[in-house]
Nanobody, 142 residues
């Protein structure tokens, strides 16, 4: 099975930067959607950024409004590793960050929405992200 392992989290001051890495191993099938989600204490999990890894729209990115212009997601096509470049970090960005992927999903739309604790690559079809990392903590101090 595909396994995802995050790294790169830490504590930074407001305005600082971090780069999160998601190492992928055990790939047998393609990953159409891959990206990052986060969850703060007492809050629901939310989507942060997604990149389309396979298909006709490969390379297309989707960002939450709250991080547009500050975060950038990228992927290494050979290793399938995903990265989240986080700039101008703010205290409200403090959360546990999770890497996730939809493996072998086909031509999905790669959405970033979460509802009721579930995060969907395609909400209308009930397709959930099916591979998750263990998370890496990001703490931003004011």
């Amino acid at each position: 099975q595909v396994q995802l392992v995050e790294s790169g989290g830490g504590s930074v001051q407001s305005g600082g930067s971090l780069r999160l890495s998601c190492a992928a191993s055990g790939y047998t099938y393609s990953s159409y959607c891959m990206g990052w989600f986060r969850q703060a204490p007492g809050k629901e999990r939310e989507g942060v950024a997604i990149i389309v890894g396979d298909g006709g729209t490969a390379g297309r990115t989707i960002y939450a409004d709250s991080v547009k212009g500050r975060f950038a997601i990228s992927q290494d096509n050979a290793t399938k590793a995903a990265y989240l470049h986080m700039n101008n970090l703010q205290p409200e960005d403090t959360a546990m960050y999770y890497c996730a992927a939809l493996v072998g999903g086909g031509n999905w739309v790669c959405e970033i929405g979460c509802d009721g604790g579930n995060c969907y690559a395609n909400f209308a079809l009930g397709v959930k992200y099916n591979r998750w990392g263990q998370g890496t903590q990001v703490t931003v101090t004011s």
